[in-house]
């Protein structure tokens, strides 16, 4: 069966960290939605005459957040399609919430739910001031806003996202990735998605 993963979370719990420690295992399409949209977003909000790194502006959330997970999405059809394996780097929230957006990819991709494992990886934290350490540590553009603007962006480390997907028991890993990435952390997530 094909994999699709989908590594979800919110800033600074370590989802790329965790799909590429995988990706190592299990070949497969690499999809991180800052990636894919990242720069055409940055210039419309430059465009605007707006922060070109703030994603929680309302303008971006009513005109530019579906525009990205949708060319995410297309690329994870079209890389579906072709029989690979593919991985899904997001928070992902707004999809997990609706049962049939799931069905919608694999439909579109001319598959059925038989032929696609799907697994979903939320990764969490214990505490907000490693959150914030592993923000500050990777040093990229778009969390500058983040940081500037902690107060409003802070959030729950732990949280889990609602999700409303039909899935098999056993799809959905709630991964703490606090401290060291363990041989014996790594083996869970290789059973977990092997599996």
């Not at 480390?157 to 997907?165: C, E, G, L, R």
């Amino acid at each position: 069966m094909q994999k699709l993963v989908f590594f979800v979370g919110v800033a600074g719990t370590g989802k790329t960290t965790v799909a590429r420690l995988l990706s190592k295992e299990l070949p497969a399409a690499f999809l991180d939605r800052d990636t894919v949209g990242g720069r055409f977003v940055e210039a419309i909000l430059e465009m605007k005459g707006l922060d070109k790194n703030d994603r929680d502006s309302q303008f971006y959330k009513e005109n530019l957040r579906d525009l990205e997970y949708d060319t995410t999405k297309d690329i994870c059809i079209e890389n579906l399609a072709a029989g690979q394996n593919v991985f899904m780097i997001s928070p992902f929230t707004s999809e997990l919430r609706n049962k049939q957006w799931l069905e919608d990819v694999i439909a579109a991709a001319g598959l059925s739910k038989e032929q696609v494992d799907v697994k979903v990886i939320v990764v969490t934290l214990q505490d907000m001031e490693l959150q914030h350490q592993r923000i500050v540590e990777r040093r990229t553009e778009r969390d500058r806003w983040k940081l500037d603007n902690w107060g409003d962006f802070e959030k729950r480390v732990d949280f889990v996202p609602q999700i409303n997907w039909e899935l098999p028991e056993g799809s959905v890993l709630i991964f703490d990735n606090s401290g060291e990435l363990t041989e014996g952390k790594k083996q869970q997530l290789i059973n977990f998605v092997m599996n």
